[in-house]
């Protein structure tokens, strides 16, 4: 899961630079960036797996953060499909509907993670407050 969150705010950060002309001198972008398509789809693929595989394990707990894990695995393929987009047909349209798709579902996925770790911290507070006996 970290592995996945780290890869996704870095290739987020990768289409904002990409698409509004920034350039920073970040090393793991650029380890990303230089990675050929079959080995980028081979570490999105083991990503996605051990995203499968943390919705099998935790299937029965009921916690706010499960939202955020059925989220990961859309974008996820969000990702994929920009990056098979930009490979193969950069600088056009469909470039630009996919890069703008990517980071509106990233910033929802954004947006979940803050607001799921804001309930669990409330939970986390009221259960110190007033301990269940």
């Known amino acids: 899961m970290i592995l996945s969150v780290?890869?996704?705010?870095?290739?987020?950060?990768?289409?904002e630079t990409n698409q509004f002309g920034h350039r920073n001198g970040d090393y793991i972008l650029t380890i990303i960036n230089s990675m050929d398509m079959p080995t980028y789809m081979i570490m999105l693929l083991?990503?996605?797996?051990?995203d499968?595989?943390?919705?099998?394990?935790y299937r029965k707990v009921k916690?706010?953060?499960?939202?955020?894990?059925?989220?990961?695995?859309v974008?996820?393929?969000a990702i994929a499909i920009n990056?098979?987009?930009?490979?193969?047909?950069p600088y056009t349209h469909l470039h630009n509907v996919s890069a703008a798709v990517t980071l509106t579902i990233g910033g929802i996925w954004f947006v979940i993670i803050c607001i799921t770790g804001f309930i669990n911290k409330k939970r986390q507070w009221n259960n110190f407050i007033r301990p269940r006996l």
Request: aromatic share 22%.
């Open 6 to 15: 780290f890869l996704f705010f870095g290739e987020l950060f990768s289409i």
């Open 46 to 50: 083991v990503i996605f797996g051990l």
């Open 52 to 57: 499968v595989y943390s919705l099998i394990k």
């Open 63 to 73: 916690a706010p953060w499960k939202v955020a894990i059925y989220l990961q695995p």
């Open 75 to 77: 974008t996820l393929i």
């Open 83 to 89: 990056r098979v987009i930009k490979e193969y047909a």
